[in-house]
């Protein structure tokens, strides 16, 4: 395969809020899934720092913006999540509601595509990495996996790619499978990026376990099988 650009981002960075923002959401549950992906940004820094490429992040928690929802999604301003209630966005008027999406939402989602176009253009292809995780004890009798590779099986060069890396990943002796826990094909960046620009563009969203990311050396270990994946492109 010739050589591709690749892009890479991490939707769910940060637990954090804006300053002077109160969402009502107590601090346990600020940490917790329902407002984050613990370790997505360890190993999604690690690999900027292989390649030397920089990560779109997001700066603040998914329950004040969702950056994995397209601007028009009911859940990119989410009243509830992960069935914990965000007290703050439940009374937002429809310009409140906008305000943040044109101050946080929209730069995020038009530097991305502006950074895979860019790839694009120059390279013929880009592969798109998104780094998330997952919490294992919100379905403990199936999500018993380390981590899942995300993407549409019907896009030639995304199926390709994925069926690559999740070979390297079960060669390295890690539990792997394809669009789980989510389907690929759900509302999120890459697949509104794949809608968008077509063939030439692979996105794939990456989930590790928590039972991975928290254990101790869990990042780099599957940071390390990602960068070596990076290598072949």
Sequence with gaps: MAVIGLVLSCEHASWTLPPGIDLGVPLDVLRSQASWDHGALDIATRLSEAVGLPVHASAFSRMFVDLNRPADHPNAIPQVSYGAIVPGNATLTPGDR????DGFHRPYWDAVRRD?????????????????????????????YDVGVLYDPGHALEAQLSERLMFQFRRAGFDVRANQPY????????????????????????????????????????ADVIAEFFETL
Excluded: K, M, N, W
Excluded at 116 to 132: E, N, P, Y
Excluded at 186 to 205: D, F, K, N, V, W
């Design 116 to 144: 895979v176009t860019a790839r694009i253009q120059d390279r013929g292809a880009v592969l798109h990495f998104c780094s998330h995780s997952f919490d294992p004890a919100l379905d403990p009798a199936q999500r018993t």
């Design 98 to 101: 906008q305000g943040r999406i």
């Design 183 to 222: 389907p690929g094909t759900g509302p999120a960046i890459c697949t509104s990026l794949r809608h968008e620009l077509g063939a030439p563009y692979a996105g794939i969203q990456f989930e590790t376990s928590h039972a991975v990311t928290y254990r101790t050396g869990g990042c780099a270990r599957v």
